[in-house]
């Protein structure tokens, strides 16, 4: 058992070693792009979410008591596959990696959830994910019959195909895996049932795929059906100020953490569909702010649950008077999760208000609603958990692991601004390559 754990960790470390060579390269020099042939590359906004993959996968490892290799094998054969699905340049390739992504996640949920709950959390996620993507597979299709390529780069540079309203069919599936409100019932049972690997995996990467998804879909079809996108963008802030309504109502921690991921992920929808340079930079850094935040609430939810035996807030109380440490990193959590400043979620969601202003003035009543309701069960969370009485059921003798403080404060380093100058940097020239793009595509059409 002992040898085949060692072998387990070190063919651990060298694929992630593997994962993030191309990364290091691109993260310090913001001009590289490596592109073997036509089928596999690195561009700019890609490659930040392979490094957003990669650092919660090493945190999931740290972070991890048990050593069964069916488990690590199920995490990494899904972080390769994350990272294919972002490095592929055809639309076939990241359909199929797109579907695949759905089985390592399903085989956790069904082997090491908790409760008999965790079979009808699964069949959720596949009757979402399937019906959702028959649609973007039949639109793949029609693209490819009409131009004779999937190519997504020739795509972006060259469209000649329009964002009708059949078209926009293609976006169901990106809308139920990021997903917004009206197609999120799959999420919450399945960040309940999921184990502390699967919840932290399926907050910070696999809801990013429909954010990628929708990127791509808007940078290769042209968006001239402006009345559409302002209904779809409209009624995803207007889901995300009910999700934050429903944050408010929530008694499960777990269940309060999946609402809030609806809420950011609605202005990660505005920013995409502004079809702008500043918004696209505001749902960039929306997607990796939320992603390793995310991450670490599920993390500290694992904590306090192994420390209380429950996820009610009725039971987990007090924490503050008996492990202090704890309430600080439920505390430093709590306050980027609400896009406090120094943290990168506040750069992010700052960003969104332009692009709001630039779109509706009614959009921006319902930016700002959602920014002071986040900060409501935000600070709510976090008062039921530390304040009040001590729990009697709180385990005052268990102490916390080293790994779990690790993993934490893994989290809580790249949320802090002032030490991601050069992740900032790299965005802003993503940002204005993307501005190429655009200006590409508004000249071949004049």
């Known amino acids: 058992m002992a040898s085949s754990v060692t072998t387990l960790t070190y063919v651990s470390v060298v694929t992630l070693l593997a994962m993030i060579t191309p990364i290091f390269y691109s993260l310090t020099y913001s001009t590289f792009t490596y592109i073997e042939d036509m089928l596999v590359g690195y561009n700019d906004i890609n490659m930040l979410l392979c490094f957003l ?6 945190m999931i490892i740290i972070v991890t008591n048990f050593m069964s290799v069916y488990y690590f094998f199920l995490h990494m054969s899904l972080g390769l596959v994350l990272l294919g699905c972002f490095s592929v340049n055809t639309l076939l390739s990241f359909y199929i990696l797109f579907e695949i992504s ?3 996640i399903l085989l956790m949920i069904i082997t090491w959830g908790y409760q008999p709950e965790r079979l009808q959390a699964g069949l959720y996620m596949i009757m979402y994910t399937v019906f959702g993507s028959m649609p973007l597979l039949v639109i793949i299709l029609y693209i490819y019959i009409n131009t ?3 190519n997504i780069y020739w795509l972006m540079l060259f469209n000649v195909m329009n964002m009708n309203t059949p078209m926009m069919l293609s976006l169901l599936a990106f809308l139920m895996k990021l997903p917004v409100y009206s197609f999120h019932l799959w999420l919450p049972k399945a960040h309940v049932e999921a184990p502390l690997g699967g919840s932290m995996i399926l907050a ?26 302002m209904c779809l963008i409209s009624m ?25 991921s609806i809420v950011h992920m609605s202005v990660v929808v505005m920013g995409l569909f502004s079809n702008t340079s500043w918004g696209l930079l505001s749902a960039t850094v929306t997607m990796l702010a939320h992603g390793w935040t995310s991450s670490g609430l599920f993390l500290i939810a694992f904590v306090t649950y192994s420390l209380v035996g429950s996820r009610s807030f009725n039971y987990s ?6 492990m202090p440490l704890l309430s600080i990193g439920w505390f430093s959590l709590c306050i980027v999760n609400m896009s406090a400043p120094p943290s990168i979620n506040f750069v992010g969601e700052l960003m969104a208000v332009p692009v709001s202003v630039l779109l509706s003035m009614g959009l921006l009543l319902v930016l700002i609603s959602i920014m002071f309701s986040s900060v409501g069960y935000n600070m709510l969370l976090y008062s039921k ?15 916390i692991t080293m790994n779990s403080l690790l993993g934490i404060s893994g989290h809580l380093l790249p949320l802090i601004m002032i030490l991601n100058l050069q992740i900032a940097g790299f965005c802003t020239v993503c940002c204005m390559n993307s501005k190429i793009i655009f200006d590409l595509q508004n000249q071949c059409f004049k």
């Not at 993959?53 to 090493?58: A, E, G």
């Not at 808007?218 to 059906?225: A, G, K, Q, R």
């Not at 109380?317 to 008996?322: A, D, R, T, V, W």
């Not at 958990?385 to 102490?399: A, T, W």
Request: hydrophobic fraction near 50%; include cysteine.
């Open 53 to 58: 993959t990669v650092s919660v996968i090493t």
């Open 102 to 104: 759905l089985v390592p």
């Open 148 to 150: 004779n390529t999937m």
């Open 204 to 229: 910070a990467v696999l809801l990013k795929l429909g954010g990628y998804g929708m990127y791509l879909m808007n940078m290769i079809l042209i968006s001239s059906n402006s009345v559409s996108l």
């Open 236 to 260: 995803c802030l207007w889901g995300g100020l009910l999700a934050s309504v429903l944050c408010l109502l929530q008694s499960d921690i777990k269940a309060m953490i999946a609402y809030s």
């Open 317 to 322: 109380k007090g924490m503050l008077n008996i």
């Open 385 to 399: 958990i530390n304040h009040g009485p001590i729990s009697n059921y709180l385990n005052q003798s268990k102490p």
